[in-house]
């Protein structure tokens, strides 16, 4: 299978750039949740903008332990990239589940020199009420509608002050999704690297069981974001 036999997989090529979207897929249930969901519209997408795609399937992670969850790869594949992929100048990380529109204009477009681009889920949103109103809503239509031993009160709902609260950082002002982040390879991999064996050597349980808080606080501590 695939997933076993290769360490990647370019599906787009882009023409007189370097710019690669990039998605990692680890395990059976995550590679076919994206070839059967997202992989055509991120195809056309990238196609359609003159943006690479390339399939990263090696996991760079050691076996055991809390930070052997495959999602903290984040921090990882871009010192592979600039070790192994010299090709690639500039990505725009995406989580497996993201659902791209064809349609949509180049993001490349909104890369800033020395900053992680990312989206903030509480300003410049498309939609009237922030993130924080969209999850306990969620919360209460499952607890309604479909699960009623769901509880409203749990990690997914806390919002971004508790969040920060939790790990007892200060409150940053924002917060963003890490399911997306554009940088450039040469500037910005070895500031990832070094979060990951940071947090690791700390050994810090965040509330998420993931890389998010921790992306977070970093990232905005540091001021290397682009909004």
């Known amino acids: 299978m695939m997933i076993k036999e290769k360490t990647f997989k370019i599906f787009v090529k882009p023409?007189?750039?370097?710019?690669?979207?990039?998605?990692?897929?680890i395990g059976k249930k995550v590679y076919q949740e994206w070839e059967n969901f997202s992989k055509r519209l991120v195809i056309q997408y990238c196609k359609n903008n003159n943006i690479g795609l390339i399939v990263f399937y090696k996991n760079l992670l050691p076996n055991k332990g809390y930070?052997?969850?495959?999602?903290?790869n984040k921090y990882l594949f871009a010192d592979y990239f600039s070790k192994n992929m010299k090709f690639i100048e500039n990505v725009c990380y995406m989580d497996h589940d993201?659902?791209?529109?064809?349609?949509?204009?180049?993001?490349?477009?909104?890369?800033?020199?020395?900053?992680?681009s990312v989206v903030s889920k509480y300003k410049n949103t498309p939609y009237s009420r922030d993130d924080d109103y969209l999850?306990?809503?969620?919360?209460?239509?499952?607890k309604s509608y479909y699960q009623s031993s769901f509880p409203l009160d749990t990690a997914l709902t806390i919002n971004r002050k508790q969040?920060?609260?939790?790990h007892n950082w200060?409150?940053?002002?924002?917060?963003?999704?890490?399911?997306l982040f554009m940088f450039n390879i040469k500037e910005k991999s070895k500031f990832l690297k070094?979060?990951?064996?940071?947090?690791?050597?700390?050994?810090?349980?965040?509330l998420t069981t993931g890389e998010e808080p921790i992306m977070n606080y970093e990232f905005l501590k540091a001021k290397k974001v682009h909004w």
Not at 67 to 72: G, L
Not at 103 to 108: D, G, K, Q, V
Not at 135 to 142: D, L, Q, S
Not at 170 to 179: A, K, Q, R, V
């Open 163 to 166: 969040t920060y609260k939790f």
């Open 194 to 206: 070094n979060i990951y064996y940071k947090y690791k050597k700390k050994n810090l349980r965040t």
């Open 67 to 72: 930070y052997s969850n495959p999602v903290f």
């Open 135 to 142: 999850k306990r809503k969620a919360a209460f239509m499952r």
């Open 170 to 179: 200060p409150d940053l002002g924002d917060y963003f999704c890490s399911g």
């Open 98 to 116: 993201i659902l791209c529109n064809p349609l949509a204009p180049n993001i490349f477009n909104h890369l800033k020199k020395g900053k992680f």
């Open 15 to 25: 023409k007189k750039n370097q710019n690669y979207v990039a998605t990692i897929l």
